[in-house]
């Protein structure tokens, strides 16, 4: 069986509340397979983009990695210097983030960012880099790529923004792709174009994707796998068709229902109740007790461990 590209154990992630360390990210493990697509999904506030953030060393200061590992390739990323992890960056990992409108420099023109991209990471003469950032933005379906290059950010909708950043991602061809809510601020047919050339780059780039997102019917598009997380924890991780068919954990179970679906039958859109638990007000036990119609009194006190149940990884002491 073939290596992890992207192996992270039991990482802990925190951050300064009063006189202490409140973990937003509690040993969490997951792996993405060379080539797979993996989605990270939960409400907001359960530590998904704090995740994707460590995986690439980006925690900002007062945040610290507290603990674990994060291996790409084999290759350990908590011990790499900053020289080392710019070579990381964007050469072998890349990442989109969620809001296109800030993450484009508005003073540049989308071409000018594009090649700074290409450059920083390629010894390609100025030609070679041209062409290279008009095949990205190509690959990516921006019409008229020549004219595109000299467009600035505002002259292009919100799916083109996204495009053009996707563009920048692969442009030094990454093996991994973190996607952070790269379809957030769009509509739902530019939500689905999106997630439709995720996927076909993923298929033609070879590439692996960490896909985040709130959304599962977004991640059962694109993904293989699904990893669930709240309060900072994996409560289940199982393939796309196993967790959409059966899934085992309540909060899981309970996300499946806010869903709203196309075939009728639903004559509300319904909601968990409560709200996820604040970053340094962790109840002790399972995270999820507190909102869970399935808890228990253990379920309160004591914090479930992971363990497999036919075919899924599922931290909860009531699953079956």
């Not at 992270?8 to 925190?14: A, K, Q, S, T």
């Not at 674990?68 to 020289?83: H, K, N, P, T, Y």
């Not at 638990?277 to 004591?302: E, H, Y």
């Amino acid at each position: 069986m073939n290596a992890p590209l992207l192996e992270i154990r039991d990482l802990r992630v925190g951050f300064p509340i009063a006189d202490r360390m409140a973990l937003a990210v509690r040993d969490l493990s997951l792996d993405v397979m060379p080539g797979e697509a993996v989605g990270l999904v939960g409400e907001s506030g359960s530590g998904k983009s704090v995740t994707a953030l460590a995986a690439m060393r980006l925690v900002a200061h007062p945040g610290r990695i507290l603990g674990g590992s994060i291996r790409l390739g084999g290759d350990d990323i908590l011990a790499l210097d900053e020289r080392a992890l710019r070579k990381v960056r964007g050469r072998r990992m890349a990442m989109v983030f969620q809001d296109p409108q800030t993450s484009l420099n508005p003073a540049f023109t989308i071409g000018q960012q594009l090649l700074d991209t290409i450059n920083a990471h390629r010894s390609l003469t100025p030609r070679e880099a041209r062409a290279e950032a008009l095949e990205a933005l190509a690959m990516v379906g921006i019409p008229a790529p020549e004219r595109r290059l000299n467009s600035y950010p505002h002259e292009f909708s919100g799916g083109m923004r996204q495009r053009a950043l996707i563009a920048m991602a692969i442009a030094c061809r990454p093996q991994l792709l973190i996607a952070d809510e790269p379809t957030t601020a769009l509509d739902v047919t530019v939500q689905a174009q999106v997630i439709a050339l995720l996927r076909r780059l993923a298929r033609d780039l070879n590439l692996a994707v960490l896909f985040i997102s709130h959304n599962l019917e977004l991640v059962a598009e694109l993904c293989d796998r699904v990893v669930v997380m709240y309060g900072g924890m994996a409560m289940e991780a199982a393939s796309v068709e196993a967790l959409f068919s059966a899934p085992k954990h309540p909060y899981t179970r309970l996300l499946r229902q806010c869903v709203p679906r196309l075939e009728g039958g639903q004559e509300r859109l319904l909601s968990i109740d409560g709200a996820p638990p604040v970053l340094g007000q962790m109840p002790p036990g399972c995270p999820f007790a507190q909102r869970c119609p399935d808890a228990l009194a253990r379920c309160r006190s004591d914090e479930p461990p992971s363990r497999q149940l036919d075919g899924h990884s599922v931290a909860c002491w009531v699953a079956t």
